[in-house]
Antibody
Framework: QVQLVESGGGVVQPGRSLRLSCAAS????????IHWVRQAPGKGLEWVAV????????YYTDSVKGRFTISRDNSKNTLYLQINNLRVEDTAVYYC?????????WGQGTTVTVSS | EIVLTQSPGTLSLSPGERATLSCRAS???????LAWYQQKPGQAPRLLIY???SRSTGIPDRFSGSGSGTDFTLTISRLEPEDFAVYYC??????????FGQGTRLEIK
């Protein structure tokens, strides 16, 4: 079945880096754009970034530009999010979501906690 | 950036009643690219409606979307117990600048 599975979250100190992964299965990964969306504890959804199907176009929300890098490896059916210089306000569940009629398939999320 | 404002913040209704959720945009949503999502505690969001009024695969027909320009509505015709959740609207007409509303919590009265 169509599935997205995130991994790579954890507890990290401010200023450190982390790389999140999103493994896709059940569909032709290389044909779809993929988003990262995050949700801080008890808060709403925040769009973070998107990468187009071929990896040639990438867009970010203003608050993460320069610290977050979205990338993909279509040969491995995997999406990545490199997060540098982590801040306390980056604490959230990070979801990947497929671009299809907006966001039609979501992973279960991976939790990032930034704390000293 | 298009800002989406949802109302009410919390809606208290009983099973069997009709729910009407509102989403207002700070500027016109291009091509009617407005979606609605449902999120239950501890779960990922689920796409309900896209393109203002099209139901996603497997979504019951008690869910319907309407609207245009800056004003959009999600209607649940007869609430089932499993419908009590948080609902988010999202615009994707201003791609690649996406934005979500702050959510409406639908709770059992």
């Amino acid at each position: 079945q169509v599935q997205l599975v995130e991994s790579g979250g954890g507890v990290v100190q401010p200023g450190r880096s982390l790389r999140l992964s999103c493994a896709a299965s059940g569909f032709t990964f290389s044909s779809y754009g993929i988003h990262w969306v995050r949700q801080a504890p008890g808060k709403g959804l925040e769009w973070v970034a998107v990468i187009w199907y071929d990896g040639n176009d990438k867009y970010y929300t203003d608050s993460v530009k320069g610290r977050f890098t979205i990338s993909r490896d279509n040969s491995k059916n995997t999406l990545y999010l490199q997060i540098n210089n982590l801040r306390v306000e980056d604490t959230a569940v990070y979801y990947c979501a497929r671009e299809g009629n907006s966001m039609d398939v979501w992973g279960q999320g991976t939790t990032v906690t930034v704390s000293s | 950036e298009i800002v989406l404002t949802q109302s009410p913040g919390t809606l208290s209704l009983s099973p069997g009643e009709r729910a009407t959720l509102s989403c207002r945009a700070s500027q016109s949503v291009s091509r009617g690219y407005l979606a609605w999502y449902q999120q239950k505690p501890g779960q990922a969001p689920r796409l309900l409606i896209y393109g203002t009024s099209s139901r996603s695969t497997g979504i019951p027909d008690r869910f319907s979307g309407s609207g245009s320009g800056t004003d959009f509505t999600l209607t649940i015709s007869r609430l089932e117990p499993e419908d009590f959740a948080v609902y988010y609207c999202q615009q994707y007409g201003n791609s690649p600048r996406y934005s979500f509303g702050q959510g409406t919590r639908l709770e059992i009265k």
